[in-house]
């Protein structure tokens, strides 16, 4: 992938990770946090952070928060939900779930708006499925498949939506994520 389509998260973003283990584990945990990522986990909130580092952070941050509790194969899952945990600490996400309250499908079907302010060169569209269901198609990003499925179950989960988030890979780098749910 050249670097004009590689995607990338903002760093304040990717910043919300390294606090969630700065807050649990201390500063002995941040050194932990740079020996396994391998070089500084500093980053400017504005930097375009390549999405393959954050993944990578979030793999470090879950074995430093949870040690071996996490299975290999859950772990693409239980960072999506760390994910989802991290950003909701954020400015942006204080904006967005004041702004559509408790209404779940409203926030999902303007995924494509609000993952703008959060990523470069990872495209979003979204389709209403009915009263309680929508489809959130991603492209051209980095991201484990079951990464966006921990992620979408855990605000789907937060905002006191039952449900359950089905995850497809249609084709190289593209995924998509049925979510349908009921209310309380």
Known sequence: MTNKNLPTIKGIFVNSHIRAVKKTKGE??????????????????????PVRDEVKILECAIKILYGDKISKKDVAFE?????????????LAKIIFAVFKNNFKVMMIQTEHIAGHVFQRVQFQTQDLGENAVRVVMKNNDYPLDHFRGLFQEWMD????????????????????????RKG
Request: charged share 25%; proline share 2%.
């Open 79 to 91: 960072a999506g939900k760390l994910h989802f945990r991290d950003f909701a600490t954020t400015p």
């Open 158 to 181: 937060y905002m006191g939506c039952r449900g359950k988030v089905v995850a497809k890979n249609s084709s190289k780098n593209t995924y998509k994520y049925t979510m349908r749910w």
């Open 28 to 49: 002995a945990g941040i050194r932990k946090f740079q020996r396994m990522f391998g070089k500084s986990v500093n980053f400017r909130n504005t930097q375009d952070v």
